[in-house]
């Protein structure tokens, strides 16, 4: 969820002192509803100021930014506009709109409204800093070394003393995938607040991302123990323990996350989750069905999701894809997460109709991610799950997928790679990986000339009439001669299984250039060579007689003829 902190008042001009301090108390209340992502809450807050006061900058702010945290960036924009036909020159309102245009795709405009924020209050307004920064993080667009220069500026104005910065200066980092710098700076926001929950809360998440559960649980039980109320920290156990298939912690940790968050649809899709987490299929998928039934068009759309997940629990592929295809129409787009895409790959690999668009679902799972290590995960879960439902052609291409970001490739794997492609009839990939990856990594071993050969073979006819198996057999013979020879002084038992590769090379090369190309004098030296190998075998000595036999003498006519014909 989006990232809201707690940005002091931009004070506007006042003309009633006490009215604008209750004012402004009633303005942080909503802002800490939205700390707490209580959106709900936070929303009614904001109503009600801006029911007495439509013109109130700090509710039109942060109720724009409530409403981008619920993904209505619509909803925003339309704010936003509206309050700046007559608060032209607000800066706050123009850091709000610019966090708009990026979602909307108008990084220039976005720039040109952050400037303007910051250049009229001349760059010494932490908060208007905060909040170019803030938006610049929060959308997909914003630029995150540009928010931490702003958050730099903000840490060199006078009397400097804001947590909030060097929170979102975290933010910033996490979004360039630098954790060290980003725990550093939620550790300097814990040092000028120590109860900031959110701060441990984020290291924790950085931890989450290194599947570091060592680190991360503790940071995720600190942050609830620094503030009792501070929502997505229970939520985020909750996660970890639904994940993990721990229903009485699940229940726990839910439970504590519902006493402390807004009575809202998506809660009450959580709780119906754990009939799921508890392998009550049916009764999800009962509970589900009349939500959508009772709600109609404004149900939760994660209720189709759920649906979704449980036919897959009752390997009920084809109810599966139906409700997760509904899922993907119902949901806002920017509300679709990388999960969302690995489950749709994972769910379309089962039907070979649907291969191709069970790749695009993965490979946007994977681009979606910034952390190496999750990119992997969606790899090798694409990997396993091709597997397991027989698809030869969408297991070789994930292997090849995966095999770029392995950090130190080992044999196997690259055996792997080239072998499922083999398998699934892709031979011009196979022979590539054998006759040039393999071959070039590991040139003395035996592997890369044997499959080498063996993808050769698939892609010429029987007759060879391409040639192309001839110089997989030329390399293949030889490095197993070679190894044969290595085997032999090391009294080794390969000997045996490399001779074979040596007698298969040579009596194939000895046919082809015999029968195929005409070539007796070639046909022989191979089979010079298969005699040198193997001297006790009497094939090709008997190969060699056939084709250096010379042809028997013309016959000669009788004398007897010749007499009789004279006569």
């Not at 938006?135 to 220069?149: C, P, S, V």
């Not at 991360?216 to 993990?244: K, S």
């Not at 109810?319 to 119902?330: C, D, I, S, V």
């Not at 009439?465 to 032999?488: C, F, H, N, V």
């Amino acid at each position: 969820m989006k990232n809201k902190m707690r940005i002091g008042l931009l004070l506007v001009a006042s003309v009633a002192g006490l009215c604008n301090i209750a004012l402004a108390q009633t303005v942080e209340q909503g802002k800490k509803f939205l700390y707490y992502q209580r959106f709900k809450s936070a929303n009614d807050v904001f109503d009600k100021i801006l029911a007495g006061n439509p013109n109130n900058i700090d509710a039109i702010y942060w109720k724009g930014q409530t409403l981008l945290a619920q993904h209505d960036s619509v909803a925003a924009g339309d704010l936003y506009s509206k309050a700046l036909q007559t608060n032209g020159n607000a800066p706050m309102l123009l850091a709000g709109m610019g966090g708009v245009e990026l979602r909307m795709g108008k990084t220039p405009d976005a720039k040109q409204r952050f400037e303007t924020a910051i250049s009229l209050t001349k760059g010494k307004d932490v908060n208007v800093l905060n909040a170019v920064a803030d938006n610049n993080i929060d959308a997909r667009n914003g630029d995150a070394q540009y928010a931490i220069e702003k958050l730099t500026q903000a840490t060199q104005t006078k009397n400097f003393n804001n947590a909030d910065t060097y929170l979102l200066m975290g933010d910033a980092y996490r979004k360039l995938i630098d954790g060290g710098n980003a725990v550093q700076s939620y550790q300097k926001a814990l040092t000028l607040d120590p109860k900031l929950a959110e701060a441990k809360y984020k290291i924790g998440k950085i931890y989450e991302t290194q599947k570091n559960t060592e680190f991360y649980l503790p940071a995720y039980n600190d942050a609830v123990q620094m503030d009792p109320n501070y929502a997505p920290a229970y939520y985020a156990l909750y996660v970890h323990y639904f994940e993990h298939g721990d229903v009485d912690k699940t229940t726990d940790f839910l439970n504590k996350y519902v006493a402390v968050t807004d009575e809202t649809p998506e809660l009450k899709y959580d709780q119906t989750t754990l009939l799921y987490v508890g392998k009550k299929y049916d009764e999800a998928i009962a509970a589900s069905k009349a939500a959508i039934q009772a709600q109609g068009d404004k149900v939760y759309p994660k209720y189709y999701l759920l649906l979704a997940y449980s036919y897959d629990g009752k390997n009920d592929s084809v109810n599966a894809r139906e409700y997760l295809n509904q899922y993907f129409q119902k949901q806002k787009p920017d509300a679709l997460t990388g999960r969302d895409y690995a489950f749709q790959g994972k769910v379309l690999t089962k039907f070979h109709s649907d291969s191709v668009a069970a790749i695009a679902a993965y490979m946007k799972a994977i681009n979606m991610d910034t952390i190496l290590q999750n990119k992997l995960d969606v790899i090798k879960e694409a990997q396993d799950f091709a597997k397991q439902s027989g698809n030869k052609g969408a297991y070789a291409y994930w292997l090849g997928v995966g095999y770029p970001y392995l950090k130190d490739p080992n044999q196997n794997e690259l055996y792997n790679w080239g072998f499922a492609n083999y398998s699934a009839g892709n031979y011009q990939a196979s022979d590539s990986i054998f006759c040039g990856l393999y071959e070039s990594k590991y040139p003395n071993e035996i592997f890369g000339y044997l499959w080498c050969k063996n993808s050769a073979l698939a892609l010429d006819d029987s007759l060879w009439t391409k040639g192309l198996p001839i110089e997989a057999y030329q390399k293949l013979g030889a490095i197993a001669r070679s190894l044969d020879s290595t085997a032999k002084a090391a009294n080794s038992p390969d000997s045996t299984k490399y001779k074979r590769y040596v007698i298969e090379s040579y009596s194939q090369l000895a046919g082809y250039f015999n029968n195929v190309k005409k070539d007796k004098e070639t046909a022989i030296t191979y089979l010079d060579m298969w005699i040198e190998v193997d001297p006790a075998d009497p094939n090709p000595k008997k190969f060699k007689e056939i084709l250096t036999r010379k042809p028997p003498p013309a016959a000669k006519p009788s004398s007897g003829g010749k007499k009789a014909a004279r006569k």
